[in-house]
């Protein structure tokens, strides 16, 4: 049965470029725009799915409404002289009434209305200097002739997606270092993730304790304000309930002070020529004993 006309506007329409060198993933985008009143349901299969990823790989388009796709084409091994067969189809429909039936069952129970569009794929490699301009011409159109000899082939591709392209990675036909490249750069992935998680851990935890230390200053900050507060607010309520001229009630005053220091040594005269006297007495009277 023929398919009908693509409903869905695609840009590019026919081909999708990716530029070389392919030692690393290339990136190329398709967009998808819906210009009619009804939602228009659509996947995308490809004559190599694991060679590619794609994202989104399925969904639904709102009138009007426009989507951009992400295809990536894995990293291998270029080989001019090799006939690039890769294909891209965008199939679509308008999204039925029927609300029991799922996106993945959508294509298998309404056949009939599904549309298709056709893209190649074009891989544009830097040309060498040394290589002549009338052999590149040669394999441009061989590889031209080739694409449009495979534009009537039947795609026996699923649908392209990470989990497809994961499960079937060990029966991928690459090469064996590029395959430890991409084992390589997937490890080196793992670590710089770990790192940053802990870099993130680190940052979070410096900020914690400066936090905890602004807190502590602001605090002992307040605690001396509020001290140096008492402390004036005392010494200020003693200097307002202390005279001028302030006496100690347990001291004499000064005049009493002078006159019993006048008095001390007053008695203590008296107190000397008291004993003076009673010596020369007392000398006396042995001396007068003893002459008799």
């Known amino acids: 049965m023929a398919k009908l006309a693509q409903l869905l506007n695609i840009e590019p329409a026919n081909e999708l470029k990716f530029q070389g060198p392919f030692r690393t993933a290339v990136a190329s985008y398709m967009r998808l725009t819906n210009p009619t009143d009804h939602d228009i349901c659509f996947k995308i299969k490809t004559t190599a799915p694991k060679k590619y990823c794609v994202r ?5 388009l709102e009138p009007k409404e426009s989507q951009e796709i992400a295809i990536v084409l894995q990293p291998f091994i270029f080989d001019a002289n090799e006939k690039n067969k890769h294909k891209f189809m965008v199939q679509s429909m308008v999204k039925p009434d029927d609300d029991d039936v799922n996106l993945e069952d959508l294509w298998k129970k309404y056949p009939e209305k599904l549309m ?3 893209l190649r794929c074009v891989f544009e490699v830097p040309l060498d200097n040394s290589q002549p301009a009338q052999q590149a011409s040669k394999d441009a159109s061989n590889s031209q002739k080739a694409s449009a000899a495979a534009d009537n082939e039947m795609f026996t591709g699923e649908f392209v997606s ?3 392209h994961n499960t079937n990675h060990e029966d991928e036909p690459e090469d064996e270092t590029v395959q430890k490249e991409l084992k390589k750069l997937r490890d ?4 710089l993730r770990q790192e940053n998680l802990e870099l993130k851990e680190q940052v979070l935890r410096l900020r914690l304790q400066a936090d905890g230390r602004a807190k502590e200053q602001r ?3 307040t605690s001396s304000a509020v001290t140096a507060s008492v402390t004036a607010a005392a ?3 003693r200097s307002a309930n202390t005279p001028v001229h302030y006496t100690d009630p347990y001291s004499p005053p000064p ?4 006159r019993l220091h006048e008095h001390m040594e007053l ?13 020369v007495l007392i000398g006396k009277f042995t001396f007068g004993e003893s002459s008799k």
């Open 56 to 60: 989104p790989n399925c969904g639904t």
């Open 116 to 118: 298709d569009s056709k």
């Open 162 to 164: 990470q989990k497809a």
């Open 188 to 191: 080196e992935e793992r670590a």
């Open 219 to 221: 605090a002992a900050g």
């Open 235 to 237: 010494a200020a309520a």
């Open 255 to 258: 005049q009493v002070r002078g």
């Open 267 to 279: 008695l203590m005269g008296i107190v000397a020529i008291c004993t003076l006297l009673f010596g």
